[in-house]
């Protein structure tokens, strides 16, 4: 008696209202894909406005070869290359130390690790992405720069190597996750042939697994990389605000997104030349993360084609 009860009370749509219905919501699902697209149009559409009246002042060849940075002095420079090496240098050792840590974890978590320890030391990893950016900063200024001052006796208080050693402590978890995720998604078959071959847990690994997981290990270095070029607070904390042109980790130096910051907060009015200066940098740094996910795509291909 129940069940005839629901059959008469859930009526069928005609074809009509279905059809309408299906139409609506695959206009929601195509508006909610596009948004993304969108808000990332209307992100670079804004910097490369702003940035206009910024060039017209100043030549973009200068902007690029010019070795200083000091465009809120009297006798202003406006070269992007000491900001431009300080930001390099930085997303160069963190990624120095969460490349090999973050793939070494996701091997051992794919393919060595039991169920319950998996279950126990990833949550622990992600929990890492978790803490606010500027803890980490103190941590690296604070704690970080004092250790290695104990053995590196000409290390300043700002520099850019305990910056970069603690963004790269952030950022394993962003290379761990989506890497053993990857390499999860390795079909079962590849390792059962390779050990029906002879080889080991380690030789299965190395040689099967990671070559054909490569496609999402890469888009884990290139979301390592992005966030490392992006992150504002450990670099404005630990490696200071001055900006400088040099390659050597151990010196103090600015970043681009320290740069914008600092400028951010200050009193300059919107309009002005040096105001201006932080939109030509941000699409700088834009420009950086796209052609760093230009090179990882192309890279995927590769080895996608090869394995």
Partial sequence: MVERQIQLTTKPLSPKLRKVREKAIEILLFLAACSSVA?????????VYESITFF??????????????????????????????????????ALSVAVPLGTIAAIYLSEFAPFRLREFIKPCLE?????????????????????LQTFLWD?????MLSAGIVMGVMIIPYVSSVSEDAMRSVPLHLREGSYAMGATRLQTALKVIFPSAISGITAA????????VGETMIVAIAAGLQPTLTWNPMNEAATITAYIVSVSLGDLPHGSLEYQTIFAAGLTLV?????????????????????
Wanted: a neutral charge.
């Fill in 39 to 47: 808000t990332t149009i209307a992100i670079i559409g804004i910097l």
């Fill in 56 to 93: 017209r002042e100043v030549s973009l060849v200068n902007f690029l070869t010019d070795t200083q940075w000091s465009p809120l002095f009297d006798d202003a420079h406006y070269g992007i290359l000491p900001l431009l090496s300080g930001t390099l240098v930085t997303t160069a050792v």
């Fill in 127 to 147: 929990l890492l992405a978790g803490i606010p950016t500027v803890v980490y900063g103190y941590f690296a200024l604070l704690f970080v720069t004092p250790l």
């Fill in 155 to 159: 290390l300043p208080g700002f520099n």
């Fill in 221 to 228: 270095y290139i979301l390592g990389i992005s966030r490392a």
């Fill in 287 to 307: 420009l950086m993360t796209l052609v760093f996910n230009i090179f990882g795509y192309f890279l995927s291909r590769r080895y996608r084609e090869k394995y």
